[in-house]
């Protein structure tokens, strides 16, 4: 697509439920990030998927959070059992190569439009 | 640790005056430097980018950053401001080493008539 699109973009839910955040990067992008911007706060990185590279889960708050990706296209962030402090802008964003090799000068995130998770 | 500091969490100016944006960054290596806006409402949008050369990078939106090595500094600047540049900005450092983007916490720019 043209951009990278999110949805849902707006998500309430109730205390213990679970959440499910879809992610579509632009065509072509291999590096794929998740961040989180709680209210007032500045983005927080969850989750880095390169290609078919095992992904960088070390900023996953806790085991409630997971998220997947099939190769270079959809990626999914799922929140069980969600809490009242997950409650914050979802923001997903692709590059087309995420290691900058030799392309560095073309690096360059594009970011979606985010969801915002309330928690109620 | 790799981390990029916004010393200033707010910032007011008047329409008109000029800005200055702090950023430093901690790395071992000069990473690539970012500086991103995001508007009310609206998504994050690239302002400008240093990867290496010149080190006076001009954005859009009449912005420019400069980058010095000695002081691990990128800090954004814009000479009149104007109301519609009222919003969050964010630097942001990446190194193909590590292929992470680290962020810093953002620094929210109001701007008074």
């Known amino acids: 697509g043209a951009g990278v699109s999110q949805s849902p973009s707006n998500k309430v839910t109730e205390k213990g439920k679970d959440v499910e955040l879809r992610c579509d990067p632009i065509s072509g992008h291999t590096a794929l990030y998740w961040y989180r911007q709680r209210l007032g706060q500045g983005l927080e990185f969850l989750i880095y998927f390169q290609g078919n590279s095992a992904p960088d889960k070390s900023g996953l708050p806790s085991d409630r959070f997971s998220a997947e990706r099939t190769g270079e296209s959809v990626s999914t962030l799922t929140i069980q059992r969600t809490q009242q402090e997950d409650s914050a802008v979802y923001l997903c964003?692709?590059?087309?190569?995420?290691?900058?090799?030799?392309?560095?000068?073309?690096?360059?995130?594009?970011f979606g439009s985010g969801t915002q998770l309330s928690v109620l | 640790a790799q981390s990029v500091t916004q010393p200033d969490i707010h910032i007011t100016v008047s329409e008109g005056a000029s800005l200055e944006l702090r950023c430093n960054y901690s790395y071992g290596a000069t990473p690539y430097l970012f500086w991103y806006v995001q508007s009310p409402g609206q998504g994050l949008q690239l302002l400008l980018k240093y990867f290496s050369g010149d080190t006076l990078v001009q954005g859009i939106k009449g912005f420019e950053a400069e980058f010095k090595r000695s002081q691990s500094s990128f800090n954004l600047r814009k000479p009149s401001v104007h109301w519609s540049d009222a919003a969050e900005y964010f630097c942001?450092?990446?190194?193909?080493?590590?292929?992470?983007?680290?962020f810093g916490t953002g620094t929210r720019l109001k701007v008074l008539a």
């Open positions: 942001i450092a990446f190194t193909s080493g590590t292929y992470k983007y680290i």
């Open positions: 964003a692709s590059s087309r190569y995420g290691t900058g090799r030799g392309r560095a000068t073309n690096e360059k995130l594009f």
